[in-house]
């Protein structure tokens, strides 16, 4: 993994997943006979008895994860660049810089905006940086306005104030308990988030949008990348824009989920 210190917050995204035409069972009885792979166990039979093994056994077992999980998204062989469409430099009494930045990803004819809310203690040292999804856009995460409301698909929640799949104003500021910026500044890291609907809108679109319009020459197959993969990938994409970035400390470790 790479060496940005990083949350990829996906357990609390496999809900809104099941919008894209599946049904969950929660009842026991109903499961089907399975069995699961033994984890030391490698494909030609062998027990894992040394490292080296370890790890073919390691590729395997991601193997699985890839085509019967998530499955296999693909290789990102475009450009990326950005743009600080929002900056305050003084944000917090002067500990910290705010900013928007939108990220473009462009491949072939193909291109898709990322709008990512950051956030840094002015410190003037190099930084770890926490980095996750938000659910029902940036401007939840701000308590001013400064922030805009996005007008890409949002899921209804009347708490949230969105309608009609539209924000609005209403969601202000509700959702900084999840990602607590003042406290992260003041630990020392840095933050950035998004929101999740820009990489992939979260309904049952053919994978036609975000990140899969990327990719128009690919045919779905049983083990194509759907949306947590798509997540997961756009937030890649994001890693490595804030490698670049001069106020990163890339040579941390790697938290991962």
Known sequence: ????????????????????????????????????PELFTMKNGKAVSNKKQWEERRKEIL??????????SPKWDGQ??????????????????RQVVRLTLKRGRQSLDFNLLVFYPNS??????????????????SSDNQVAVPETWIRNNEKMGSFN??????????RIDNWPYEEILGRGYGLATMYYGEIDPDYADGFKDGVHALYPEEKRKPNSWASIA?????????MDFLESEDWVDNKGGCLGA
């Open 1 to 36: 993994m790479k060496p940005i210190i990083v949350i990829v917050c996906l357990l609390s995204i496999v809900i809104p997943a099941f919008s894209q035409d599946f049904s969950p069972n929660y009842e026991e009885e109903k499961v089907p006979e399975y069995s699961l």
């Open 63 to 72: 193997g699985l994860f890839e085509n019967h999980v998530y499955g296999k």
């Open 80 to 97: 990326i660049s950005s743009k600080v469409i929002l900056e305050d430099k003084n944000y917090l009494n002067g500990e910290a810089t």
């Open 124 to 141: 003037g040292k190099k930084v770890p940086v926490f980095l996750g999804l938000n659910f029902y856009g940036n401007h939840t995460i």
């Open 165 to 174: 799949n539209q924000a609005s104003e209403k969601g202000r500021g509700q």
């Open 230 to 238: 798509a997540w997961a990938w756009g937030l890649s994409r994001v």
